[in-house]
């Protein structure tokens, strides 16, 4: 597996700005809203950029995280947060949500247009050409990124679904068991990796296989997982019932 560090200022300030955010806010008010940091891993994600479907992905995303804020759960959730430090006025209740929205909207915004991931992905199937690459990506947007290929003219790429969707398209566990598709010679690209279950799937691909990774953002959850992976593996090393092997 090799890690492809890919370096975006822009993305990065407004992540920082993100956290800031919330520093701010803690400062101000004692109250912790660093549980949603986990709502940016959508955007980390996202290779789709720069099409009317694209931008109403990113804006149904931001609409239902809005709708999110708003609803009865989070509203208690964070109304409790902020009661147990001695705030009751839900107009600066509001006031704090929305500010953390404000910078939801701006990564958004920035990502639905540009895509330094989506980038690297062309510009690696313009060098391969016509040798084909594969990319791995979720079920729910093989269709979405199907036509943003088809939209750009791009031949030599080919999807890999994470999931089965139906017998007419590849998908992870199939292609990896297909003996005729799974060789050394293939090049393919995970845009996202955070958790071992897809990192111990990826370990039995034979041919060249790049993770994107956004420099200090998603990078951080990969080298957890790639750490977490190699620790568990040494535990299986070194269990005590491989002892009776070596006797």
Request: proline share 1%; aromatic share 12%.
């Amino acid at each position: 597996i090799i890690k492809i560090r890919l370096h975006n200022n822009n993305i990065y300030s407004l992540f920082l700005e993100l956290s800031n955010e919330i520093e701010n806010i803690k400062d101000e008010s004692k109250v912790n809203l660093a549980f949603v940091l986990k709502y940016t891993n959508f955007f980390l994600r996202m290779i789709l950029v720069n099409t009317n479907l694209s931008k109403g992905i990113y804006q149904e995303y931001l609409e239902r995280l809005n709708h999110y804020f708003q609803s009865e759960s989070f509203s208690e959730e964070i109304n409790n947060l902020f009661y147990d430090k001695d705030i009751y006025n839900p107009e600066s209740i509001k006031s704090y949500t929305d500010r953390i929205f404000n910078n939801f909207s701006k990564i958004s915004n920035t990502l639905a247009s540009e895509n330094l991931k989506w980038n690297y992905i062309k510009q690696k199937a313009k060098e391969s050409n016509p040798k084909l690459i594969y990319i791995v990506v979720e079920k729910k947007n093989y269709d979405a990124v199907f036509n943003q290929i088809k939209n750009e003219r791009i031949n030599n790429i080919r999807l890999i679904s994470d999931k089965r969707i139906d017998n007419t398209k590849l998908y992870l566990d199939k292609w990896i068991n297909d003996e005729q598709q799974n060789l050394h010679n293939r090049n393919i690209i995970i845009p996202y990796l955070n958790n071992l279950e897809m990192h111990a799937k990826i370990k039995s691909i034979k041919g060249s296989c790049e993770v994107l990774c956004y420099e200090n953002l998603d990078e951080i959850s990969f080298d957890n997982v790639e750490e977490a992976y190699q620790n568990q593996a040494k535990t299986k090393l070194n269990h005590k019932d491989r002892l009776v092997f070596f006797k």
